[in-house]
């Protein structure tokens, strides 16, 4: 594993791409090694598949090694912490051979959103094309991410429900466990978890989104 203590300082010779600018000690964490973290808690966070968990976790930020996204990382260091460009992207593309669980990679800030607003979201020519430009990045500097075989669909998601309660739940398992990652390397940039009379309004409603489609189209 390569490490680096500081911005532009790496152990070896490949790039050097960030999940995250620099902590409290000054350490910049590396992308790689974030997603490999994340991945990892994951696939334990949910024990009935854990090869998909594993399997959006390598992915979830793949759209940060796009050049666009690691100058954001270097200017917000210095100006703040305003909103990026898009990183979801880019690993949501690539985990649609899972079907519905890439929505997970698009909702893993912010939330679950519908199919339509998914469509839409993807379909941003702007943003897609950054995302396929990241995937090429991605290809060329860690070839063993897309080695892997894509993870079948359970069989027992048979009906509209179980395709819905196993995003949701493929959903709670990556965003826990990017959490805890973030929380453990990069605590000043964790967000501070709202009250459930904050979130209950917002959780009612879910079962309406239109989430619920057991196909891979």
């Not at 790496?10 to 791409?17: D, F, K, P």
């Not at 997603?35 to 949910?46: G, H, I, M, P, W």
């Not at 649609?96 to 199919?115: N, V």
């Not at 063993?144 to 196993?166: C, K, N, Q």
Request: charged fraction near 20%.
């Amino acid at each position: 594993m390569h490490t680096t203590d500081r911005m532009g300082c790496s152990a070896g010779a490949e790039a050097v791409y960030f999940a995250h600018s620099a902590n409290r000690d000054g350490r910049w964490h590396l992308l790689r090694e974030h997603l490999d973290r994340v991945a990892s808690l994951a696939e334990c966070y949910f024990p009935c598949h854990p090869e998909a968990a594993r399997y959006l976790g390598l992915l979830h930020d793949l759209g940060k090694c796009h050049p666009d996204f690691q100058a954001y990382l270097r200017r917000s260091k210095s100006a703040g912490r305003p909103r990026g460009p898009d990183h979801k992207l880019a690993g949501a593309l690539q985990a649609e051979q899972l079907g519905l669980a890439a929505m997970a990679l698009q909702g893993h800030h912010g939330g679950l959103r519908s199919q339509s607003d998914y469509r839409a979201w993807s379909s941003d020519a702007r943003r897609r094309g950054r995302a396929l430009e990241a995937q090429a990045i991605a290809r060329k500097q860690w070839p063993d991410l897309y080695a892997s075989p894509v993870p079948e669909v359970p069989r027992w998601i048979d009906t509209p429900l179980a395709a819905e309660l196993y995003v949701r739940m493929l959903f709670s398992a990556l965003v826990d466990a990017d959490t805890a990652t973030l929380q453990r390397t990069s605590p000043q940039h964790s967000l501070p978890i709202p009250s459930i009379s904050r979130c209950w309004p917002n959780a009612s409603t879910l079962t309406t989104v239109g989430l619920a489609n057991p196909t891979r189209s």
